[in-house]
Every structure is written in structure tokens, then in C-alpha cells.
């Protein structure tokens, strides 16, 4: 078992559309939680950061953390097509020495 | 302000060969990580460092090591390298060890 489990997709949403995207993980050492957005051929942009449980939310980015389940989302409001790319969770702790490790990633389509 | 800046950005190797990457954080930044990111798959952490002391260490062979220099940048090695380790070598840079990381374009490396 991944210690981080997110669906590749794809996912393909009409724009405007509200876009979930979520991850699940397995080790509970992990307290902060990162969203990326990559593009194509370019390194992975951070789109939100939280630590341990809660919310967070950046103008049409909301990111959500639920320690208690192992379970985190980030939701896009009216999706635009420039918001197709691949969006990659990533966590950090002390696992027996600090490392990040990242989702698979989910490749998004907003259509015109 | 100067993004993380990676170099070289392209690289063809012959299995067997050695190949240093290097990497210049943020100006500020004190830590640097390194991931290698294979097509379709999110980033894989390689190495942590902070303050010029590896952090933390992912689940790469001996033949990977780096380090990190007095103002803060820092090389990948990687020796008798081996097909499997074509991939886009990425650094990301943050200011300490647990805030939010910006990643470089990245390294793209080939072997054959």
C-alpha cells in the first residue's frame, strides 16, 4: 500500500464547474499538507499549505485536512481552462526522519 | 526575485556515467530538497537538506548522494547511472525545513 493514494484520473468538468479533488494517506506522522499544480513539462507550482486538521481557503481554492481520517481535499470554484493540468497532494513529517512525499497526481480537463 | 534555478535544464548520459545536477534556492532559503519525478507519476523525495545537514533521506540507492554549500545551493550525484534513472530531476527550496517549498523547472535527464 502507497503511503499516499490519490486517483490519476483523468478528470474532465465543463467550466465553471466546482472540481473535487482529494488524497488519502496511511501514516498519521504526516502534519502539513500541500497542494501542487503542474503543468506540462514545468516543475509543480504550490497552490496551498496547511498544517494538521482544518481548512484553508485562497480566493477559488479551498483546501481541506482531516487528520482523523487520513483524508485531505482540494476544491476548485468556477473552474477555468487554464486550471487544466495535474494536481499533486504532497505531505510532510517526522517518519523517521522528515520527508515529503507526494501523490500520484490527478490529471484535471476544464472544457470551453 | 529569482525563482529556484536548476542547470543544466536538459542532459544525455551513457549508462554507467556519473552526473552532477545542481540547484540555487531562493535568495533566503535555507533548506533545499531533491525529487525525481517520472513520467506519469508525482515527484519521489530523494534528499532533504537544511542548514547544509541532510534532514531527510527517501528510498534511493547508495549511488545517489548530495550536498549542500555554504550559501545554500546544493548538487545531486548520481553514479554508475542506469536507464531506469532517466527522469525529471527536480529542487525545490523553502525558507526553513517545514514552510512552504518552491520548486525549480527542473533537470531532465536521459540515459541511454
Known amino acids: 500500500q502507497k503511503e499516499v493514494e490519490q486517483d490519476p484520473g483523468p478528470l474532465s468538468v465543463p467550466e465553471g464547474a466546482i472540481v473535487s479533488l482529494n488524497c488519502t494517506y496511511s501514516?498519521?506522522?504526516?502534519?502539513?499538507f500541500m497542494w501542487y499544480r503542474q503543468y506540462s513539462r514545468k516543475g509543480p507550482e504550490l497552490l496551498m499549505y496547511?498544517?494538521?486538521?482544518g481548512n484553508k481557503e485562497d480566493g477559488r481554492f479551498t483546501a481541506q485536512v482531516d487528520k482523523s481520517s487520513k483524508y485531505i481535499s482540494l476544491f476548485i470554484r468556477d473552474s477555468q481552462p487554464s486550471d487544466s493540468a495535474t494536481y499533486l497532494c504532497?505531505?510532510?513529517?517526522?517518519?523517521?526522519?522528515?520527508?515529503?512525499?507526494f501523490g500520484a497526481g490527478t490529471r484535471l480537463f476544464v472544457k470551453a | 526575485d529569482a525563482g529556484v534555478t536548476q542547470s543544466p535544464t536538459h542532459l544525455i548520459k551513457t549508462r554507467g556515467q556519473h552526473v552532477t545536477l545542481r540547484c540555487s534556492p531562493i535568495?533566503?532559503?535555507?533548506?533545499v530538497s531533491w525529487y525525481q519525478q517520472v513520467l506519469g507519476q508525482g515527484p519521489q523525495f530523494i534528499f532533504q537538506?537544511?542548514?547544509?545537514?541532510?534532514?531527510g533521506r527517501g528510498n534511493f540507492p547508495d549511488r545517489f548522494s548530495a550536498r549542500q554549500f555554504p550559501n545554500y545551493s546544493s548538487e545531486l550525484n548520481v553514479n554508475a547511472l542506469l536507464l531506469g534513472d532517466s527522469a525529471l530531476y527536480l529542487c525545490?527550496?523553502?525558507?526553513?525545513?517545514?514552510?512552504?517549498?518552491?520548486f525549480g523547472q527542473g533537470t531532465r535527464l536521459t540515459v541511454v
Open positions: 535568495s533566503g532559503h535555507k533548506s
Open positions: 504532497a505531505m510532510e513529517g517526522n517518519t523517521g526522519g522528515f520527508k515529503t512525499i
Open positions: 525545490a527550496s523553502s525558507l526553513y525545513a517545514n514552510t512552504e517549498a518552491f
Open positions: 537538506y537544511y542548514e547544509k545537514e541532510e534532514r
Open positions: 501514516n498519521s506522522a504526516f502534519q502539513y
Open positions: 496547511t498544517y494538521s486538521s
